[in-house]
């Protein structure tokens, strides 16, 4: 059996990995749900009704402890809160497991990448920034990179619509961590432009950028992300020279967190509050991620009316000729799992972890998604939860970002 465990299973992105594996993973594979709410981890657990699926409450700020739990693991796939991402990367070397996250958001991938040695010494994989973006965004770059001799760009797009009824409506749709959502919006963005990473300013960048249907026109932001991070890395080979991320979000959405950030509640400095035993000190952010990941679960009334639209778009020379590749993955959602386009972050993971054990990744050593994972296979397990890949091959660089 070998032995896949989800830290942070029970969470938003953790609990669609779960389902994933329990949904498509071979029958020699263990499914763990670890978990620091071990009820909530259980309840999961109980809910597949698959043997293979267990559950365990683990705290990975206890490395020793987490270590003996998590002791025969195969692979750890980390769900929790990207600060804690070095922490689970030192318990995935104790106990030699391939090691798979969402992402560092930049600054954290970073230092993640320098554990590159560590990682290729005892023969395993840390797979850094395999959701949606970065991850789907990463191979989608590959993909046309691929293609080129040459590549001056490297622009990452996500844009999203939703027109789902729920009940109840949540005062704040989120798909993940609010309090990660707050730092992609109060943190500087990284830019690589003229062969340099400079920093610009939050949630600039909003020029109109048209998506395929039904999508459409948005108007995408730079926010802080971990593609920019690794892409130039990459194909600095290549002669790559501008890099760069930009997310589209709902208006109503956008307004409803920049009011947040405004008011203080994206700081991470400690502010003194009352409390019935007297004086504490919390961080604002993690108050009002308390709150806003407590709100009742919606639930969709009627059919799910949700897509959404990964692009890369890759501008480079072939046989001297100046082209644009632009790749997209479209994602309408998988229904009869009961999630929505949010699969096309929580399985990426689970797909990863698969293709380690089918021996389809064999790259070792602490490596972005460009690097490990091979596009055309990937693509083909993308296909079975409903996400297509589509690509076109335009001459010139016109193309707009």
């Known amino acids: 059996m070998k032995r896949i465990i989800v830290l942070g299973g029970a969470g938003a992105m953790g609990r669609i990995t779960v389902t994933d594996l329990a949904k498509t993973s071979s029958p020699d594979v ?46 750890i796939i980390n769900s929790v809160q990207y600060q804690l991402n070095l922490a689970v990367m ?14 560092g958001l930049f600054h954290v991938t970073r230092e993640q990448l320098k554990f590159h040695d560590r ?8 797979l850094v ?4 973006a970065p991850g789907i965004t990463n191979i989608l770059s590959r993909f046309a990179a691929d293609k080129l001799d040459t590549v001056a760009e490297i622009h990452t797009r996500v844009g999203s619509m939703d027109k789902t009824r729920y009940e109840p409506k949540p005062a704040l749709a989120l798909a993940y961590s609010l309090k990660t959502i707050l730092e992609e919006f109060s943190l500087r963005p990284a830019v690589f432009t003229n062969g340099e990473f400079i920093f610009v300013e939050p949630m600039s960048g909003d020029i109109p950028h048209r998506f395929p249907a039904p999508v459409g026109l948005r108007r995408p932001m730079y926010t ?45 400095d400690p502010i003194e509050v009352m409390s019935a035993e007297g004086p504490v000190l919390v961080a604002p952010v993690d108050v009002a991620n308390k709150v806003a990941m407590s709100q009742p679960v919606a639930k969709a009334v009627g059919p799910m009316k949700q897509y959404e639209v990964v692009r ?37 993971p689970a797909i990863a972890a698969q293709m380690l054990a089918a021996g389809e990744i064999t790259e070792r050593g602490a490596v972005p ?33």
Not at 65 to 70: C, D, E, N, V
Not at 119 to 126: E, M, S, V, W
Not at 315 to 328: A, F, H, P, R, S
């Open 312 to 348: 890369a778009v890759v501008k480079g020379t072939k046989n001297g000729k100046k082209l644009t590749w632009v790749v997209d993955c479209h994602t309408p959602g998988m229904p009869q799992w009961g999630i929505g386009v949010d699969i096309d972050t929580g399985t990426p």
């Open 90 to 103: 030192e318990i995935a070397l104790d106990v030699r497991a391939h090691y798979i996250d969402l992402g």
């Open 224 to 268: 802080l992300h971990s593609e920019v991070a690794t892409l130039p890395l990459s194909f600095k080979h290549k002669g790559v020279r501008e890099a760069s991320f930009k997310i589209a979000f709902d208006g109503e959405f956008l307004d409803r967190v920049r009011f947040l950030r405004d008011l203080g509640l994206g700081s991470h």
């Open 129 to 132: 920034g395999m959701g949606a």
């Open 369 to 401: 998604p460009e690097i490990a994972v091979p596009p055309e296979p990937f693509f083909k397990h993308l296909k079975k939860r409903r996400m297509t890949v589509k690509s076109q091959c335009k001459p010139g660089w016109d193309f707009s970002v």
């Open 30 to 75: 263990e499914i763990v749900v670890a978990d620091y709410d071990g009820r909530k981890a259980e309840a999961l657990a109980r809910s597949l009704g698959d043997p293979r699926v267990s559950a365990a409450r683990v705290d990975v700020k206890d490395r020793a402890g987490a270590a003996r739990i998590l002791k025969g693991a195969f692979a």
């Open 119 to 126: 990682f290729l010494a005892i023969g395993r994989t840390a």
